[in-house]
């Protein structure tokens, strides 16, 4: 129990990264076309819009194995104090998160992208704690 009352905070961030990726994920797989259809119009007017699928297979990935490594890293938290899956679920997440970010500048989806940003931020509070 003292494990879980010492690392509450990064077991919290972890929880909020699992939710957010693994949910992202699911979602792209169970509504691709949809997903695919609003895409493409969201980047017609730039260099990605021949390549859509392809960029979203690419986050589809990084997402899950991002949710993935951040669920295992809860599980290390708990039963034995590693933190060594967590800091890699942590840095992916960035990762993606920076991806994202990029696709919305690009598209010039300024709102979307500030979005983004609020993920950034405990994403990055997650990456420094689990460093410490």
């Not at 990935?61 to 669920?71: F, Y």
């Amino acid at each position: 129990m003292n494990t879980v009352l010492n690392n509450a905070a990064e077991i919290l961030l972890l929880l909020f990264l699992i939710i957010t990726f693994l949910q992202s994920g699911f979602d792209k797989i169970t509504d691709w076309n949809g997903n695919i259809s609003w895409l493409k119009e969201h980047f017609s007017k730039t260099p990605f819009k021949n390549i859509v699928p392809l960029l979203v297979g690419i986050i589809l990935v990084t997402e899950v194995v991002a949710g993935i490594l951040c669920l295992i890293g809860t599980y290390c938290i708990i039963s034995s104090g590693d933190t060594g899956f967590a800091l890699y679920g942590a840095i992916l997440s960035s990762i993606t998160l920076l991806m994202l970010l990029f696709g919305q500048r690009v598209a010039k989806d300024y709102e979307g992208a500030k979005t983004i940003a609020v993920y950034f931020i405990p994403t990055i509070v997650l990456v420094f704690l689990l460093q410490a």
